[in-house]
C-alpha cells in the first residue's frame, strides 16, 4: 500500500526540494543541477514511490501554478526598466524575434508530424520556445495542454542554455547584444539567468528578447484566432 500523505504536505516538499536545489546548483553550478531539474526529478521519484497520481498532486500544489499570474504582470516591470534598449534597437529586436518565433513554430510543427504526435500533443508542443506564463496562456488557447507544455518549455529552456553555452564559445559572437539575444530567444527563462552568468548587457537583452517573444506569440495567436473565429 502506497505513503498517503496530505496533497497540502506536497506543496511544502516541492518547495523544500527548490531550496534545496538552488543550493546544490549553488555548490555545483551544472545544467543538469538546476533547480528545475533536480526539483521535478526527486519529486516524481518521490511520487511514484508513494504511488501518487499527478492529480492528486495537484490537488495541494495547484496554487503555485497560479503564481505564474502575478509573475507574468512583473514582466512589465522588466519591460520599463529596459525601455531605451528596446528604444534604440526596436528594428533588431523585431526581426529578431519574429524570426525566431516563426523558426520555433515551424519546427515543432514539423517535428510532431514527424512523430505523428496526436492534436493535443501538437498544440503542446508548439509555444514550447516561449517563456512559462504566455506558452500556457497560447497552449491553452490552441487546445493543448498546458501544464505539459510548462514540462516542454523548461526541458527547452535548459537543453537551450547548455547548448547556448557552448555555441558562444564557437561562433564569433563578439557583441554582448548578439549573445543576449541569442540565450533569450533560444532559451527564454533559463537562457536569460545564463546569460546574466555572462554579463550585465547580456542578461538585459536575453530578458527583453524573451518578453517580447512570449507577448508576440499571446497576442499573433490571439489575433489568428479572432479572425478564424470571424469568418467561420
Request: net charge positive; charged share 10%; with cysteine.
Amino acid at each position: 500500500m502506497g505513503i498517503d500523505p496530505s496533497p497540502w504536505m506536497w506543496a511544502g516538499i516541492t518547495l523544500g526540494l527548490y531550496l534545496g536545489a538552488r543550493k546544490v546548483h549553488g555548490l555545483h553550478p551544472r545544467w543538469w543541477t538546476a533547480p528545475m531539474v533536480l526539483t521535478w526529478a526527486v519529486c516524481a521519484a518521490l511520487l511514484i514511490g508513494a504511488n501518487i497520481s499527478y492529480g492528486e498532486y495537484l490537488k495541494g500544489t495547484w496554487w503555485l501554478g497560479s503564481l505564474l499570474g502575478p509573475a507574468t504582470v512583473a514582466f512589465a516591470v522588466v519591460v520599463h526598466e529596459h525601455r531605451q534598449l528596446i528604444q534604440k534597437h526596436w528594428v533588431t529586436l523585431a526581426i529578431g524575434v519574429t524570426f525566431g518565433s516563426g523558426f520555433a513554430w515551424g519546427s515543432a510543427w514539423a517535428l510532431a508530424r514527424l512523430l505523428d504526435f496526436s492534436p493535443e500533443w501538437r498544440a503542446s508542443l508548439l509555444p514550447h520556445s516561449v517563456t512559462t506564463p504566455f506558452a500556457q496562456a497560447v497552449s491553452r488557447q490552441i487546445g493543448g495542454l498546458p501544464e505539459l507544455t510548462a514540462c516542454l518549455v523548461t526541458v527547452t529552456g535548459l537543453f537551450g542554455a547548455a547548448i547556448g553555452e557552448a555555441l558562444i564559445s564557437w561562433l564569433p559572437l563578439r557583441s554582448a547584444f548578439a549573445r543576449g539575444a541569442m540565450l533569450g530567444m533560444g532559451a527564454h527563462g533559463a537562457g536569460t539567468a545564463k546569460a546574466y552568468e555572462l554579463g550585465r548587457e547580456e542578461g538585459a537583452v536575453a530578458g527583453v528578447i524573451m518578453i517580447l517573444a512570449g507577448l508576440l506569440n499571446v497576442a499573433g495567436m490571439t489575433l489568428y484566432l479572432g479572425i478564424l473565429r470571424a469568418f467561420s
